[in-house]
């Protein structure tokens, strides 16, 4: 065999490796979602559950919070590299919507779906946890700062809390737009000048994700931060202290559900239905507690901590999908008004 075609077989031959290579390393499915989904466990405990059940590979990226990774889809919208978004809650789930990111669907065992946690008529997302927005303080921080501890969320526009409190850019982070959603629901009319309060008091500590202020609050920042009701269940569980003082109005309660949706003209469409479906399983729902939120499906064990520590509302504020999309940029106006 001659030289030349020695080296035409050994060439052809290199590419067909690479090839088999990079066929073997491309995902089956690509889930999009927040940084807290991988940091937290919560996708670590599920996605090797669903790879062996069906024997895939899942790629899991984190872009940043939940606005940043819409933002990411919107942009890949007429070749989209993802199929599915974990993470879209019933504050965000308006702008998937309008911006036409999701394709609608119902799992085939939607029925285990505690019906108060469906929040989407149209079928875009599929529940998959919840909790209840809530106001934390540092308790020795509180204390040595002379400060009361805020009995509701109109509280937090008092002058005694100027400079103490660290709050999140609803722009790009879902707890921080289902803050401002609480916040207008509750302040009603008055919503403007409750936001000018809240800059005061926040002082241009605004951040863009709930990991970045989450950290920030750990850290001695400020006191005050938004975030989730079984807080001070995560402390005492994770550092068996319980110096964390989570607050819950028991009559202004604002749940964030959040969903998982099929991205429009996702690549691995029929996967993907397959995962949707696998959310409202016990293998799923059981391992949501990694997400220090709550299971959407009735009967699913929870842990005893959350029941002792965590807290909850009687009754609900938090509008429906159409209510957010009709009055969402009156809000978010008044909002970067009163901040920017």
Not at 30 to 59: N, R, T, W
Not at 102 to 129: A, Q, S
Request: glycine share 10%; charged share 20%; net charge negative.
């Amino acid at each position: 065999m001659g030289i030349g075609i020695m080296v035409i077989l050994w060439v052809l031959g290199a590419v067909y490796l690479l090839e088999m290579i990079g066929r073997e390393e491309e995902p089956d499915l690509v889930i999009y979602s927040y940084e807290s989904f991988q940091s937290y466990g919560l996708g670590p405990a599920v996605i090797p559950k669903f790879e062996e059940m069906h024997d895939v590979k899942v790629k899991v990226v984190t872009p940043g919070d939940m606005g940043t990774v819409l933002g990411m889809v919107n942009i890949e919208k007429d070749r989209p590299k993802a199929d599915i978004i974990i993470g879209v809650d019933n504050s965000m789930l308006f702008k998937a919507v309008r911006e036409d990111l999701l394709e609608p669907y119902i799992p085939v065992n939607i029925g285990r779906l505690d019906p108060t946690m469906d929040f989407d008529p149209g079928h875009y997302v599929v529940p998959f946890d919840y909790g209840y927005i809530a106001i934390i303080c540092n308790g020795e921080m509180m204390q040595e700062r002379g400060l009361d501890i805020p009995g509701d969320l109109l509280d937090l526009g008092s002058d005694q809390y100027e400079g103490q409190i660290l709050l999140l850019d609803p722009a790009t982070s879902s707890t921080g737009c289902s803050f401002m959603i609480w916040a207008a629901s509750v302040a009603g009319g008055n919503h403007s000048s409750f936001f000018s309060d809240l800059a005061d008091n926040a002082n241009g500590r605004v951040l863009g994700s709930w990991d970045a202020m989450y950290k920030a609050w750990r850290d001695g920042e400020a006191p005050i931060a938004i975030s989730y009701g079984l807080d001070t269940a995560y402390e005492m569980m994770s550092t068996g202290t319980n110096n964390t003082i989570t607050v819950v109005p028991e009559h202004q309660g604002y749940r964030q559900i959040e969903g998982a949706g099929l991205v429009k003209g996702a690549p691995h469409s029929e996967l993907a239905r397959k995962f949707l479906d696998f959310i409202l399983t016990d293998d799923f729902q059981s391992e949501v507690y990694n997400n220090y939120m709550l299971p959407v499906v009735p009967g699913v064990p929870i842990d005893p901590m959350f029941d002792e520590y965590g807290e909850h509302a009687v009754s609900h504020v938090e509008p429906t999908t159409s209510e957010v999309m009709e009055n969402y940029e009156d809000w978010y106006q008044a909002w970067r008004e009163a901040f920017f």
